[in-house]
């Protein structure tokens, strides 16, 4: 990329969901016979798009990811696949008053694909959003990307991964340097602003050069029914099979983020997305990675992949000229 133009992919949180955003990302790589990294000039991700972020970063492949996504999910998101078994087993975890997971099989497949990197050894650029509890304030954990920056490069990446992938009742809190950090999603769980603003005060580029393409995790739309009670309690909110609250926060940031995103680059930016409605939104939780829920979640990147392809804005993001998409196509 050419100094007058910046390429940003932000990657949003969303638990399993995340394999929507690897499947697209394979889709894209293939698309483009390029490593995804090779356009892009920032990454940012939040939860499990921190992760595949940082993964990404690190010189790791979309199809890489997404095979070990599909063969280690159910070993992170541990327990039984059958909708009924897993409210009886949140029933019990809340009841306790632990984390429904332990976080050590993730942290297992961390290591596998960090090991002992640190921030400061990462490939490409990439800034990560997590919620710094013992401050109170939101942490951003970045590579050394700029001249201003060197507080972060000695930190473990597989930290920052298990950091800002500590959603809160679903993994335990994360200690980095003594602070303890929980869910980026707590600060944003789409992450497009944050790389747009990082484009220009750390990269320090024009907002005109910069472009964001943003990737969803089918989160758009949690269904709260409309007969539902206008008076809920705590359980109504934390609930037991669906963490209303939690939903709604990753929710209306999104379209808050997207709408302001709208206004400020106009049509230099792009969400590729879907919603879950209906019967489909059993089938798609955040922490279910059965086959039923893998078939959906790739059946759904499919087409909005195929839609993205169809699109200017990927043309234009990844410079594929006319001859190219022809070639690619046929």
Not at 38 to 47: A, F, K, N, P, Q
Not at 78 to 100: A, E, I, S, Y
Not at 240 to 252: A, D, S
Request: with cysteine; net charge neutral; glycine share 8%.
């Amino acid at each position: 990329m050419t100094q007058s133009r910046t390429n940003v992919l932000a990657l949003s949180g969303g638990g399993f969901r995340g394999l929507y955003t690897l499947r697209v990302l394979k889709h894209l790589e293939e698309s483009t016979g390029r490593p995804i990294t090779e356009g892009i000039d920032l990454l940012t991700g939040t939860s499990i798009g921190g992760i595949i972020a940082l993964a990404l970063a690190a010189g790791h492949r979309p199809m890489e990811l997404e095979r070990m996504f599909v063969e280690r999910g159910a070993d992170i998101f541990q327990g039984p696949t059958q909708p009924w078994r897993r409210t009886l087993r949140r029933v019990g975890r809340t009841l306790l008053f632990r984390p429904m997971y332990s976080n050590d099989a993730l942290a297992a497949v961390l290591d596998e694909l960090f090991g002992d990197l640190r921030m400061g050894q990462l490939k490409s650029p990439v800034t990560i959003p997590t919620a710094n509890i013992s401050t109170g304030k939101p942490q951003f954990f970045k590579s050394m990307h700029s001249d201003k920056l060197d507080r972060d490069d000695k930190v473990k990446v597989r930290d920052v991964a298990l950091a800002t992938s500590a959603a809160p009742a679903y993994f335990p809190i994360h200690p980095i340097d003594g602070n303890k950090h929980v869910d980026g999603a707590l600060v944003g769980n789409a992450p497009g602003l944050f790389g747009w603003l990082e484009a220009r005060c750390f990269l320090e580029r024009p907002s005109t050069g910069i472009h964001v393409l943003s990737i969803g995790t089918l989160s758009g739309k949690p269904i709260i029914d409309a007969g539902d009670t206008h008076h809920p309690g705590a359980l109504y909110w934390l609930g037991v099979n669906t963490r209303r609250l939690l939903q709604q926060m990753m929710t209306q940031q999104e379209h808050l983020s997207d709408y302001m995103l709208q206004l400020i680059l106009q049509d230099q930016y792009h969400l590729i997305d879907g919603t879950v409605t209906g019967s489909a939104h059993s089938d798609i939780e955040l922490d279910d990675p059965s086959p039923t829920a893998q078939r959906a979640l790739l059946s759904a990147a499919d087409s909005s992949a195929s839609e993205f392809l169809a699109t200017p804005f990927y043309r234009q993001f990844f410079n594929i000229d006319h001859q190219e998409c022809v070639r690619h196509a046929s």
